[in-house]
Each structure stands twice: as structure tokens, then as C-alpha cells.
């Protein structure tokens, strides 16, 4: 439903960073946390997604956005387990994969990280990021 690979999905009729009434809605905290991501601010989307993540658990493509603001601030260790729930969540997702293996990569389990850069180049090998990742791993 909400893909953070889809930025167009958030909302751009309103202030990027407003806060308002309906801060407990998870699509607005997830649009919101999207918003700051895009422009560069991960500490502050981490808040946002962190709390809507409270409100949806089981929505993997608010846990993938929030890996991503984990992963961009330098909190590796807790994206590598916002990906871990989404490749359980949804194990064909390549992208999930790619991610997880960064995440891995950047807390020291090289063998984890090549494991899931192999399976997102294998699931889609027309991305060059999958095959560059998976070169660097294999190195």
C-alpha cells in the first residue's frame, strides 16, 4: 500500500514537515517520515516512521522506509532488523534483500550480506546496484 520506493505516493499539498492533528494516522506519520527522508533529514523521518510503525507493525513498506532512515543515520544494527521483518514479510522483495545485505555489510556479516545480495541479483539482475554490491561482497 505504501511503497517508499514510490516517493510520488506521499503527499505534496502541505508543508513537508507540518505536524497536525492527525499525527497518530500511519500514513500521515509515514508520508511525513517519507518527506524528511527525501530531503535529506533521516534522524527526524526515523521519529516519524518509528511512530507509525507503532501504530502499523506488519506494514513492511513503512518498516523498509524506516530501515532505510535507520540505515542513513548511522543505525545499522536496528535497519538490519527493520529488513530482517520485511524480507520475512515479504521474502520475494529484492529490493528488501539489497537492503538487508547493506545492513549487514555495515555491522560486520559479510557471509549474511553476500547471502541476500545474491538473492536480490538473482530475483532482478537488471539493477546495477544488486551486481555492484554483490561484486564488492564476493571481493
Not at 499525527?23 to 526515523?46: E, I, K, N, S
Amino acid at each position: 500500500m505504501y511503497s517508499s520506493r514510490d516517493r510520488s505516493s506521499a503527499p505534496r499539498d502541505s508543508a513537508p514537515h507540518d505536524s497536525g492533528p492527525d499525527d497518530r494516522d500511519a500514513y500521515d506519520l509515514f508520508a511525513r517520515g517519507l518527506r524528511w527522508l527525501r530531503d535529506g533529514h533521516p534522524h527526524q523521518a526515523v521519529t516519524l516512521l518509528s511512530r507509525a510503525k507503532a501504530i502499523e507493525p506488519e506494514k513492511a513498506s513503512i518498516r523498509e522506509a524506516l530501515g532505510r532512515a535507520l540505515l542513513m543515520s548511522g543505525q545499522a544494527p536496528r535497519a538490519r532488523r527493520e529488513f530482517t521483518k520485511v524480507v520475512s514479510l515479504h521474502p520475494t522483495d529484492d529490493y528488501a534483500h539489497f537492503a538487508l545485505a547493506l545492513a549487514c555489510e555495515r555491522t560486520g556479516q559479510r557471509s549474511r550480506a553476500r547471502g541476500h545480495a545474491k538473492l536480490a541479483h538473482v530475483m532482478n539482475p537488471q539493477v546495477p546496484a544488486y551486481g555492484r554490491a554483490l561484486r564488492r561482497l564476493a571481493g
